[in-house]
């Protein structure tokens, strides 16, 4: 399977603590996406790549948060002083640049935060 | 600002009905529009997606849509519902052009479709 992966699946930490998730995409595509999803909730767009360049970030993502993606290929997704707040399922995405192409999405990384 | 609303949390069908999960958006110009499945323990997958020309749109595994300007309304449509299509659907908008360019898709809330047998 070529797909979305993520790592890891499943994340407990302590109020706190740092934590960072990886994202590896489709090999092909060059947009790479980073979004938060609560329970009963859509996805909230956090930020997004296209190749290396982090060309958007949403007011969501508070200076604890920082994303890279340093050879346009997979990205991490790190979390400073984690909060009860950043509990959430955490999905990366990817797709070919272009406005009409269709994202493909991660199995997401699930964040308990105690 | 861009905004979608799907205003049924649930939607419950009988095996073999047609069903229908409403979608309706808001935004100041043209949309892109998509509609996502998640299934349990599985990543959202695409279904299909709206551009532009036909308002009907085909996609996977039977489903289609019906894009309707003057409604602002995207649903999405089977005409016969299999208890495997039980899942969370999550309608989504882009707006087209504008300056800068976003290409950040703004998702609804999510329908849970129920198929009994």
């Known amino acids: 399977d070529t797909g979305v992966s993520q790592d890891p699946r499943h994340k407990i930490t302590k109020r706190g603590q740092n934590v960072t998730f990886r994202c590896d995409p489709i090999s092909e595509h060059n947009r790479l996406y980073w979004y938060r999803q609560t329970l009963g909730q859509g996805p909230e767009f956090l930020t997004y790549f296209q190749n290396e360049a982090q060309l958007e970030k949403s007011r969501l993502l508070s200076d604890r948060f920082s994303a890279e993606r340093p050879k346009g290929s997979f990205s991490t997704l790190e979390i400073q002083r984690t909060e009860q707040g950043d509990s959430a399922m955490y999905l990366c995405?990817?797709?070919?640049?272009?406005?009409?192409?269709?994202?493909?999405f991660g199995p997401g990384t699930r964040l308990t935060v105690t | 600002a861009q905004s979608v609303a799907q205003p049924e949390d649930q939607v419950n069908v009988a095996e073999g009905n047609p069903l229908t999960v409403k979608c309706t958006y808001s935004?100041?110009?043209?949309?892109?529009l998509f509609w996502y499945v998640q299934y349990p323990n599985r990543g959202l997958q695409f279904l299909l997606k709206?551009?532009?020309?036909?308002?009907l749109v085909k996609g996977s595994y039977g489903f289609e849509a019906e894009f309707n300007k003057s409604q602002t309304s995207f649903h999405l449509k089977k005409p016969s519902a299999l208890v495997s299509d039980s899942a969370l659907y999550f309608c989504a908008v882009i707006k087209i052009g504008g300056t800068g360019g976003s290409y950040i898709p703004t998702f609804g809330r999510g329908t849970s479709l129920i198929v009994h047998p």
């Open positions: 935004v100041s110009g043209n949309p892109y």
């Open positions: 995405a990817s797709s070919l640049a272009g406005l009409r192409d269709e994202q493909y």
């Open positions: 709206y551009i532009t020309g036909d308002n």
